[in-house]
């Protein structure tokens, strides 16, 4: 908590990330929207939350009154094609790409939403760590699934492979959060 509010330590790398001013963001899972809010409080030009929950998105509307920040229902990458028709500098996306069933298509629709020198950052779990041992063992051994939501173990080695080709390519890769449990 930061004062009074609960700030992920991703939301403080993310704004840390790059100098926000001028840029046009879309936040896609943005939940209660304090990553996108920071990021326009940080000089964004504009920031567009995106969110398949509902109530996540009534909350972010009720605590974020910010006039170049807006927030739409959609679920992402499926309504990909209607969240926005203009290209945009950055996509954030904190902790999505595991849950979504094809990861790789995902991030390739987020390619196509971005201008050419655009950049997408990403948060992932990454499951080298005891927590992920355990899982990757359960999951191969007995086929238990590593959570209700989680569909993929994903790497930055990964994140190389699906960017092949592309034009685009990995240039960070930062690890956070090092308690024994997300370490």
Partial sequence: FEDGKDISESNT??????????KTVIDI????????????????????????????LRIA??????????FKHASFPDDFLTISSDLVDVIVSCG???????PQDAL??????????GQIILTCPYFINLRGFVWMTLATLQD????????HFISPF????????????????????????NG
């Fill in 108 to 117: 390739n629709k987020m390619i196509k939403m971005i201008k050419e020198d």
């Fill in 61 to 70: 509307s009720d605590k974020h009154d910010i006039p170049n920040l807006t």
């Fill in 158 to 181: 990964d994140i190389r492979k699906w960017l092949d080709g592309t034009g685009y390519r990995l240039t960070t890769v930062q690890s956070f959060d090092f308690d024994a449990a």
């Fill in 96 to 102: 999505t790409l595991e849950h979504m069933n094809d």
């Fill in 29 to 56: 899972g943005c939940g209660t929207g304090e990553t996108a809010a920071g990021i326009v409080n940080l000089g964004a030009s504009s920031a567009m939350g995106v969110d398949f929950s509902l109530n996540a």
């Fill in 144 to 151: 238990v699934p590593m959570s209700l939501s989680d569909k």
């Fill in 13 to 22: 790398i993310i704004w840390n990330a790059i100098d926000w001013s001028a």
